[in-house]
Structure formats: C-alpha cells, structure tokens
C-alpha cells in the first residue's frame, strides 16, 4: 500500500509565496512520477505540475515561471514552490504519486490535498 500525504498549504496574500511538500510512503519498488494537481472551488480538477522519476518537471502554462516543482528520491518526496500567487490559484492542491509495487507496475495514490488560499 502506497500513502501520500501534502503538507504546506494556507493562506497567503497575493503576490506571496508558500512551498507544498508531498510524501510517498509504504511498500513499493519504485516512485515513477509526481504530480501536483488542484481544484478550485466549483470547478474540475487540473493538472498543476509534474516531475518524473529522473527529474524532468513539467508545468501547466498557468503556472509556469511561478511554480516550480523538484523532487528528493533519497526522502520520497516532492515539493512545490508556488511564487507570486494569485486569487486564481486558491484550490485544495492534491498530490498522485505513481509507484510500482511487487504486484502493480502503476499504482496510483493521491493525498487528501492541502487547501491553498490566496486573498486579493
């Protein structure tokens, strides 16, 4: 079983900053990639950032040059650095960690999320 927990989020004016941190735990082989993903109230689930398991990130255009992602495999976590914030990016941010298990090659697990408030 793989467990993933965030941590780090708040509230924060806008133009401010905070650092997300994602947590990979249990029994797996291997963490293959990361990612960050949010919901704004009302709205679908998108995709924020991502890391592989080399260490090549991604980013969605809304964020890019604002946030930026890495990733410690000793630790098995993730961080997001989240710079001038906006109202637009208030969300539960949600991290989903793909690891490959004795038996699973893809598991997919995803937090609880952590709540990210950004006031105007």
């Known amino acids: 079983q793989v467990q993933v927990v965030e941590s780090g989020g708040g509230l924060v004016q806008a133009g401010g900053s905070l650092r997300l941190s994602c947590a990979v735990s249990?029994?797996?082989?291997?963490?293959?990639?990361i990612n960050w993903y949010r919901q704004p109230p009302e709205k679908d689930r998108e995709l924020v950032a991502g890391?592989?398991?080399?260490?090549?990130?991604n980013y969605a255009t809304s964020v890019k040059g604002r946030f930026t992602i890495s990733r410690d495999n000793a630790k098995n976590t993730v961080s997001l650095e989240m710079n001038d914030l906006q109202p637009e990016d208030t969300a539960i941010y949600y991290c989903?960690?793909?690891?490959?298990?004795?038996?699973?090659?893809?598991?997919?697990?995803w937090g609880r999320g952590t709540q990210v408030t950004v006031s105007s």
């Open positions: 989903r960690a793909n690891a490959s298990t004795s038996t699973v090659r893809h598991r997919v697990s």
């Open positions: 890391i592989s398991n080399v260490g090549t990130p």
């Open positions: 249990g029994t797996f082989i291997s963490i293959n990639d």
